[in-house]
């Protein structure tokens, strides 16, 4: 499904220009050719039916993607913020034996349990010149229900967990977010989000490739940069989190004749602040289109669009996905009542990777993933987020789970135990902040405690503040009672 995509806008156009980076461009004729040499790459390499890619967005991950997948191999894409230990776990878990890199992770590559396959190190260039007289293959022949991808989400229990997206999930989701949002081929589109991420890499990489458009990646976010490429690049389509365009606003650059072009500024991933909003129209001219969704979701399940933007909401849900609130029996609630959002539709997935309790919790027998949201919908399905049922904390749109954080902690021969909660934050939409109590006779502070954690945990995992305290908050059963920590901030 996702390779037939790729090689019909090569055979509909060839010399359209397909993806590009601060590097190097390929058109689609060159991006079938790149896939076809990364494809035969990954068939030497490995039988294993899970590879991985560690790279940033750029072509090279383009090209993987789709060679991994023409392989008949299922995807893993590793996030390389993680500390290695963070990493291995994930190798572990997805079985991986090979992944693709690049010379720049040579060394967190180099602590994983794997073969890295380094893309300096391959023959593209030879390889893609024998390709013009190389006789294209076709693409494997997969079904609906075949796992395409697997992406890894933390765990409430610190664990990692892989969510199996397949050929059908992902080809709903972009086809339904296409026709929702009216994209063509002639929109442009400039991806800052990692491709490592559900989010970016469906909305900026396979629908894209499903237009027959064209992406320019930008490996890094900066504001300067982004404003530059939306101008010169007469970019129409962007999508990023909130605190990015937080960002974007506190650029003592740019103004409403450098974003002319852009016709959809999504925002997703964390909740988008009504100042940040207005500032943003106010200044740039462009009204930020809030969406909504979750990697167990393929990603996408609701979108604003330019001529229906309802501020404050996350938009109506996609063609054929219905979103609902339930209350804490399970019975369906009506417009306007809050409760717990549920998803279902063909973008729900499959299910965690070898964890079938998680899967049976998440996913109801008829079909419903319980998304942790609570929320309301209106009588014309418009869809507000009202908080979170589950501790998950969003820190620059990344989940952070507080019992990743409490175990890093609680690893720390000071430490008796350890509670971790959000706070908000007007650039990050929320922080960690750590209540920690010692034990008897032991004195650590709070830079040796960050000092810890930032050894053993990605950076954006890092507390904020640590918090000695005495005692913590309990109720009867002695459980610590997080909503009065919050309390005490």
Not at 56 to 62: D, K, L, N, R, T
Not at 176 to 202: D, M, Q
Not at 334 to 354: N, S
Request: glycine share 10%.
């Amino acid at each position: 499904m996702l390779v037939e995509t790729l090689l019909a806008a090569a055979d509909l156009g060839s010399s359209r220009p397909a993806v590009a980076d601060p590097y190097r461009s390929l058109d689609y004729g060159n991006l079938v050719r790149f896939a076809d040499v990364m494809r035969r790459q990954v068939q030497k390499a490995t039988k294993n039916p899970h590879v991985g890619i560690l790279m940033p967005s750029s072509c090279g991950f383009a090209g993987a993607f789709y060679g991994i997948l023409w392989a008949g191999r299922t995807v893993v894409p590793l996030n390389f913020l993680l500390q290695p230990a963070e990493l291995a776990a994930v190798v572990k878990d997805a079985g991986l034996d090979t992944v693709l890199t690049i010379k720049h992770f040579a060394e967190l590559a180099g602590g994983l349990p794997v073969r890295a396959l380094f893309m300096e190190d391959l023959p593209l260039k030879r390889e893609m010149l024998f390709e013009r007289v190389h006789r294209r293959p076709p693409a494997p022949s997969v079904a609906s229900d075949d796992t395409a991808v697997i992406l890894y989400t933390s765990g409430t229990s610190g664990l990692p967990k892989g969510v199996c997206q397949t050929f059908g999930n992902l080809h709903s989701d972009i086809a339904a977010a296409i026709e929702l949002a009216r994209l063509t081929k002639e929109h442009n589109f400039l991806g800052v989000l990692p491709l490592f991420h559900s989010f970016g890499l469906t909305a900026m990489l396979m629908v894209p490739v499903a237009l027959q458009s064209s992406v320019h990646f930008l490996p890094r976010f900066t504001p300067t940069q982004v404003i530059e490429e939306i101008r010169e690049r007469k970019i129409s389509v962007t999508m990023m989190i909130a605190s990015m365009y937080s960002a974007l606003l506190k650029s003592k650059r740019g103004g409403s004749e450098d974003m002319a072009s852009l016709k959809y500024a999504i925002s997703g991933g964390e909740g988008l602040p009504d100042s940040v909003h207005g500032a943003f129209a106010d200044r740039f001219g462009v009204d930020i289109l809030q969406g909504y969704g979750m990697t167990e979701a393929s990603p996408v399940v609701s979108l604003n669009v330019p001529w229906s933007n309802r501020v404050g909401t996350v938009g109506q849900a996609i063609p054929g996905v219905t979103v609902a609130a339930f209350d804490d029996a399970g019975e369906p609630l009506g417009p306007g009542e809050v409760g717990e959002l549920r998803v279902r539709g063909p973008i729900v997935m499959k299910g965690y990777y070898r964890k079938e309790a998680e899967t049976r919790a998440a996913v109801t027998a008829d079909g419903w993933y319980l998304t942790g949201d609570m929320g309301r919908l209106d009588a014309e399905g418009y869809i507000t987020i009202t908080g979170r049922k589950k501790e998950m904390i969003i820190v620059g749109g990344e989940n952070v789970y507080p019992r990743e954080i409490e175990a890093a902690l609680e690893g720390h021969p000071a430490v008796a135990e350890a509670a971790a909660i959000g706070q908000h934050d007007a650039s990050r939409g929320e922080v960690v902040v750590a209540f920690v109590t010692l034990k008897d006779g032991m004195i650590c502070g709070e830079i040796e405690l960050r000092d810890f954690c930032r050894e053993r945990i990605a950076g954006y995992k890092v507390p904020r503040r640590v918090v000695v305290a005495d005692d913590l908050p309990r109720g009867p059963t002695g459980k610590i009672l997080k909503r009065k920590l919050a309390e005490l901030l």
